[in-house]
């Protein structure tokens, strides 16, 4: 989409076509057995943790099936959600760039963590993975609540495999 295109609004948004598979991302994220099950801690930074998470899972798939420009227009919705979050939370405009430079490096660090992880199947290297990138409540079992959230995330990983790509874009759930 050229630059004039997006600034007259003559030309549809391409986010769009993913649009679906960010909000099943937030769905998957919101899943109560992460919070009971794993122990996640059911706060702002549990939450974030776990779309994270989420979307590090996804993107890995994308990038398997070689659709880098829909991994980068999910990575440009996550942003925009992001944005839209921290502005709720009464973050000023000056601050919000920042912020959200911040938690793109973030992304891309975590993205890192996990690829090698979920490429290799690595059960031990994704739990020492969620062990670091995870919040968990002040109470829990750290160990056995990475463990719980790595198991979800290898089946989620293993399901997004046995999709098609379409079937992926379009987050119709089944997933």
């Known amino acids: 989409m050229s630059f004039l295109s997006r600034l007259l609004?003559?030309?549809?948004?391409?986010?769009?076509?993913?649009?679906?598979?960010?909000?099943?991302?937030?769905?998957l994220a919101r899943e109560p057995s992460y919070y009971a099950d794993c122990n996640?801690?059911?706060?702002?930074?549990?939450?974030?943790?776990?779309?994270?998470?989420?979307?590090?899972?996804?993107m890995v798939r994308l990038e398997a099936s070689e659709m880098r420009a829909e991994s980068a227009l999910l990575a440009e919705l996550f942003v925009e959600d992001m944005d839209g979050q921290l502005r709720e939370f009464g973050v000023n405009d000056v601050v919000v760039g920042k912020r959200i430079g911040k938690l793109m490096s973030v992304v891309g660090g975590r993205l890192g963590?996990?690829?090698?992880?979920?490429?290799?199947?690595?059960?031990?290297?994704?739990?020492?993975?969620v062990t670091r990138n995870v919040t968990f409540s002040e109470?829990?079992?750290?160990a056995a609540g990475a463990a719980g959230v790595a198991d979800k995330l290898l089946a989620l990983s293993e399901r997004l495999a046995a999709r098609s790509?379409?079937?992926?874009?379009?987050?119709?759930?089944?997933?």
């Open 139 to 142: 109470d829990a079992d750290e």
């Open 113 to 129: 963590a996990y690829r090698g992880a979920l490429v290799e199947k690595d059960r031990e290297r994704l739990i020492g993975a």
């Open 9 to 27: 609004g003559t030309a549809p948004d391409p986010r769009e076509a993913i649009r679906p598979l960010w909000h099943r991302v937030v769905e």
């Open 165 to 175: 790509d379409d079937e992926l874009i379009k987050a119709n759930g089944i997933w």
């Open 40 to 58: 996640v801690a059911d706060s702002v930074g549990g939450r974030f943790d776990l779309i994270t998470a989420v979307v590090c899972v996804i």
